[in-house]
């Protein structure tokens, strides 16, 4: 275990902003992360779990407590109870080896997920998601800490309750993430690909399967098209990710959007409307920005540090974007990534 003090924490996360941590300590174990979180917490320090530092935004004040730096490794592999393979997986895992060893074992259900940064046990809280695939699907269970009654236990997906981008473990800090279990399908073959755009890319129909490598190489190409794999020669993907969610909204407030809107229908009746055409469509441009804080230039979702940027200057462009969105079609997106110490100002209507 390695504790240090003043550590600043832009160096530790994908969008290099945010100011010293207090107190950094890095926990290369579960031992060592149970460790750190219960003194902390005896302590009555304020606790921030920090795994790859790729979906979160951290005030340029830094943060005025502990911050636990999760750092666990390892993965074992045994037969899941529906005749597959179950692969727990300590957090600190890098998620997107995880996704690669999968595919070189012939083990499908995360091959969609490929090139998103992070560690694993962030896939969780966030339920990630891309190319028609999100983790709650193959998780079957978390190891965790509860720090309401200091006891390690196990949650089942029902527990978790993971919804779009989000899960009972985003909504407050009771929880902190030391192992996931993923139950995935032996198989060369990919799970139906339900993303138009990838299996155009593929050349299969939606609903068809392909190759797991080739899913996962073909993610992997439209991810870099757009600036979501992680390149350091290419200040686009210095980011967050997308910075906002996608809008679930009701039958009649899709109807109120222009004719050429993209709209998919949900199972509860409601319509998804991609974030990104909404920005577009309300004049905010790739590479749109005054300062180091940017749209990307490759994709309208993202907010790029392209060098110096600070905290409140992202912000400032956050909100700007989101205004544009609202005041042209009455939408509010929402912010994907956790903001930690800093918040982005209500809009007014």
Not at 23 to 40: I, N, P, Q, S
Not at 251 to 280: N, S, Y
Request: include cysteine.
């Amino acid at each position: 275990m390695s504790v240090r003090a003043g550590v600043p924490l832009a160096g530790l996360t994908t969008l290099g902003v945010g100011g010293p941590a207090d107190v950094l300590v890095t926990a290369g174990d579960e031992a060592e992360v149970l460790a750190a979180v219960r003194e902390a917490d005896a302590a009555g320090a304020p606790l921030l779990v920090l795994g790859g530092g790729s979906n979160v935004v951290v005030a340029d004040e830094g943060f005025p407590g502990t911050v636990v730096r999760v750092a666990s490794r390892g993965v074992v592999e045994e037969p899941s109870p529906d005749g597959g393979v179950r692969l727990v997986v300590q957090a600190g895992e890098p998620w997107d080896e995880l996704v690669t060893r999968a595919v070189q074992r012939g083990l499908a259900g995360l091959e969609c997920l490929a090139g998103i940064p992070g560690s694993v046990g962030a896939t969780p809280v966030q339920n990630v998601g891309a190319y028609g695939q999100e983790v709650a699907e193959s998780i079957s269970s978390l190891r965790v800490l509860d720090r309401h009654d200091d006891a390690a236990r196990e949650l089942t997906p029902a527990e978790c309750g993971f919804r779009y981008r989000g899960s009972v473990l985003k909504d407050d800090d009771r929880f902190v993430v030391l192992a996931v279990s993923f139950d995935l399908v032996a198989s060369p073959q990919s799970g139906p690909v339900r993303y138009a755009e990838l299996a155009r890319r593929l050349g299969v129909e939606v609903g068809g399967r392909a190759p797991l490598d080739d899913v996962r190489a073909a993610v992997l190409e439209l991810r870099r098209i757009k600036g979501m794999v992680l390149d350091a020669e290419d200040p686009d993907t210095r980011s967050a990710g997308s910075f906002f969610t996608n809008p679930v909204l009701s039958r009649r407030q899709a109807d109120a959007l222009p004719t050429g809107a993209p709209r998919f229908p949900q199972a509860d009746g409601r319509v998804k409307v991609p974030a990104a055409w909404l920005i577009e469509a309300a004049g905010v441009g790739r590479g749109h920005g005054n300062g180091a804080a940017r749209v990307s230039s490759k994709h309208t979702l993202a907010l790029t540090n392209t060098g110096g940027a600070t905290t409140a200057e992202l912000l400032a462009l956050a909100r700007e974007v989101r205004d544009a969105v609202l005041g042209r079609f009455g939408v509010e997106l929402e912010v994907e990534p956790v903001l930690v110490g800093c918040r982005l100002e209500a809009a007014t209507r």
